[in-house]
């Protein structure tokens, strides 16, 4: 064995080595393929200039409260960048001015963000070599605390193409108060900032506009870019014209996914003994899900929005019958749902199919009633308890029995006074009925935007329990079954020299009728098999069941086994698809483009991302008319609202019409579909998401 041999180098000598070296060092070629793509750019940055040309096209129901709150920001209107080759020396100078950019990474990293850096560093150079950009380090916080990284070229160059946030960091915090706000602002005079930009999601993006209402006396411009994987900052006029298709980042992450869930759609279809069950990111919408439905047809796919959608029509005809209005007939309870699962694998073992993938969204619990009236509640407390005490709800009660008493004190106190509705004894009773673990997920702190830790809590763990559990039930009446299959039925007895026409009818209830034989519901052990033997006259009392026999009857029983994998950190972290790397880059254009031609309080965008390279339209998108009242800790706050699956898009009906033909619960084979890995080269699919080439159908026929 070459292991075995004795090295016959010094260790010094053999650290040298150009081997021994090449698989040391950091640097290997994949990475310096990466660093050295340059992505294409829209036709508008394609001449020395940009200019914006403000349009009346699209339609914004404004909120009056964003009308109070962003006046200076409110009338902004959608702006296309088109290219300028030669301007007059006034336009020119404006435009060609050196200027401070500060750049800031907030919430969760997505494959791309480093890019929105180079286009807005290769923008701003181009433009004036001696402007300088900065990197807020860590988030918010770096704002808040002038911590802040000045980019070079040395610096982008290292990072082009790249995943992750690595550059300068990402935080959470959220600027919210008076104070932080102050800092902020001194921060950007420190700096002598001309423009801020924000690169984040829903509520970053909310930030971006409230610090450009702040800073707006300041000269100081603030520009959003909308970033996030679970792609729910998608922009749309009142008359559905189509603004922000996906934020960055989704496609990478749903190809990273994709391709970790068709692997294991590989394996189950394999060694077909497990139940993989694959919980994905996406906090709230399940775009994350759907895309990956599309990209692998995993055999079950949960779509959050789709299960808010149901009407149980059963009950519903009852309340009408009876006059009344039934409220648990709208939308799926947790037991359905796990009555729904349990389905799909009731009918794929009774094909013979003890095997499969599973998808379930991060954010599935927020569409189903029950639990979503407990986190709204819980925000609510949590929101309330913080703010007449001094210490955190969270530092006050440290363990869940602390938590769990609070909330039995809060029960007493709405019996004593009627007043009091926010924490009945039914609500406790409800609360007390679920598993600890889970009681201790839905208290969890929330984030500093008031939002639900979803990615902590053991969503799985909650519904295959109710799986699991009704599966034994199932099992014990007799209902869940693994067929056999006649001809190896027909084999095992002929090899035992047995009757398979005698024993057939007794052990199956479809014996002679169907290639799947079901067994009878009432054998339930081996004490029963032999009861029905005896009864039917093939077995003596006494005797034991033929070997034959038992081994078919135990083949008869599944046993279900499930592995359970959580994707979403790694496909965060994922180098970016080609359609992100372009995507990014161009934003970092069109967001410099906003700031050189003066904007503010806009959000960088690409329109037609769903359509060719050629037709892609970088716009800056007013985001204050965007913005309406929503719960958050407990209060109504103006926020951008989250996009989630729409089930009347064309994608998710695509979906839904493949749900039986993914599930394969028949004779013929998976239908898996093998996405393969991201790849940066070569010929794959990295155009776009296919959820964005499907919708784009909708426009078809116009
Ligand atoms: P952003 O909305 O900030 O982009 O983050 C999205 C997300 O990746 C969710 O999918 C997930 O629920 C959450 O972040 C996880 O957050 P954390 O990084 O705090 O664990």
Redo the contacts with the bound molecule.
């Keep these: 064995m070459p292991g075995k041999k004795k090295m016959k180098m010094k260790m010094k000598e053999l650290s040298q080595h150009p081997a021994v070296l090449r698989a040391t060092d950091d640097i290997n070629p994949e990475l310096l393929e990466r660093r050295g793509y340059s992505p294409r750019v829209c036709s508008a940055f394609s001449q020395k200039y940009t200019v914006l040309k403000e349009t009346d096209e699209f339609e914004f129901t404004v909120d009056k409260e964003a009308q109070k709150q962003l006046p200076n920001i409110i009338d902004n209107k959608v702006q296309k960048i088109e290219s300028l080759k030669t301007a007059d020396d006034a336009f020119a100078k404006a435009y060609g001015k050196k200027r401070n950019i500060g750049i800031v990474f907030?919430?969760?990293?997505?494959p791309g963000g480093h890019n929105v850096i180079a286009g807005l560093y290769d923008a701003a150079k181009l433009a004036n070599p001696k402007s300088r950009v900065y990197g807020f380090l860590i988030g918010p916080d770096g704002i808040v605390e002038n911590e802040t990284l000045e980019l070079d070229d040395d610096l982008v160059d290292a990072y082009r193409n790249l995943g992750g946030f690595t550059m300068i960091k990402t935080g959470?915090t959220k600027i919210d108060t008076r104070e932080k706000m102050a800092l902020s602002r001194q921060t950007c005079r420190k700096l002598d900032l001309d423009a801020l930009v924000i690169v984040?999601?829903?509520?970053?993006n909310t930030n971006a506009a409230f610090l450009a209402q702040e800073m707006f006396a300041d000269g100081v411009q603030v520009l959003g870019v909308p970033?996030?994987?679970?792609g729910?900052i998608q922009v749309r006029d009142d008359n559905e014209n189509v603004l922000c298709a996906m934020?960055f980042?989704f496609h990478t992450?749903a190809r990273a996914f994709a391709n970790s869930i068709s692997n294991l759609c590989t394996d189950s279809s394999s060694d077909v003994k497990y139940w993989h069950i694959c919980k994905v990111?996406?906090?709230v919408a399940s775009h994350?899900a759907l895309e990956t439905a599309l990209q692998t047809h995993a055999n079950l796919t949960l779509i959050g929005e789709d299960l808010a959608d149901y009407l149980d029509e059963d009950r519903l005809k009852k309340a009408q019958q009876e006059g009344t209005v039934d409220f648990h007939a709208y939308g799926m309870t947790l037991r359905h749902l796990s009555r729904v699962i349990c389905e799909a694998i009731l009918r794929r073992a009774e094909v013979g199919k003890n095997y499969g993938v599973i998808v379930i969204p991060?954010?599935v619990l927020e569409f189903i009633n029950e639990i979503q009236v407990f986190i709204i509640k819980l925000n609510t407390i949590i929101a309330e308890y913080n703010q007449t005490h001094d210490k955190e709800f969270h530092a006050a009660f440290p363990l869940l029995e602390d938590k769990l008493d609070h909330l039995r004190r809060l029960a007493q106190r709405s019996r004593e006074d009627a007043s009091f509705k926010l924490w009945n004894t039914r609500d406790d009773d409800l609360f007390n009925d679920i598993p600890a673990f889970f009681q201790e997920g839905l208290l969890m702190e929330r984030?500093s935007h008031g939002?639900f830790?979803?990615?902590?809590v053991e969503t799985e763990k909650v519904l295959m329990g109710l799986v699991r559990d009704y599966l034994d039930l199932l099992k014990e009446e007799g209902r869940y079954r693994l067929a056999v299959k006649q001809a190896y039925f027909h084999k095992t007895l002929a090899a035992a020299e047995l009757d398979p026409d005698a024993y057939g009818p007794v052990l199956f209830e479809n014996y002679g009728r169907a290639e799947f034989l079901l067994k009878r519901p009432e054998i339930i052990s081996v004490k029963t098999l032999r009861q029905s033997l005896e009864k039917a006259g093939l077995l003596k009392e006494g005797n034991a069941v033929p070997a034959a026999i038992e081994k078919i009857y135990k083949k008869a029983v599944p046993s279900f086994k499930t592995q359970i994998h959580f994707y979403?950190?790694d496909g965060?972290g994922n180098d970016p698809t080609r359609f992100d790397c372009i995507y990014t880059y161009n934003l970092g254009c069109t967001v410099f483009s906003l700031i050189a031609n003066g904007a503010t309080g806009q959000m960088a965008a690409i329109r037609n991302l769903e359509k060719d390279f050629s037709k892609w339209q970088p716009i800056g998108i007013p985001i204050a008319p965007l913005m309406h009242l929503e719960e958050r800790k407990g209060k109504l706050a103006l926020v951008l609202e989250k996009s989630i699956v729409d089930v009347n898009s064309i994608a998710f009906q695509v979906v839904k019409a493949n749900r039986d033909k993914w599930l394969a619960a028949n004779s013929e084979g998976d239908h898996f579909r093998r996405p393969g890995p991201i790849r940066f080269t070569g010929k794959s699919e990295e155009e776009r998401p296919i959820t964005l080439e499907l919708n784009a159908l909708a426009d078809e026929g116009d």
Excluded: C, H, V, W
């Design positions: 907030s919430g969760g990293p997505a959470r984040g999601g829903d509520d970053s970033k996030t994987i679970d729910d934020s980042g992450a990111m996406g906090r994350l991060e954010g984030d939002n830790p979803f990615s902590q979403g950190y965060r």
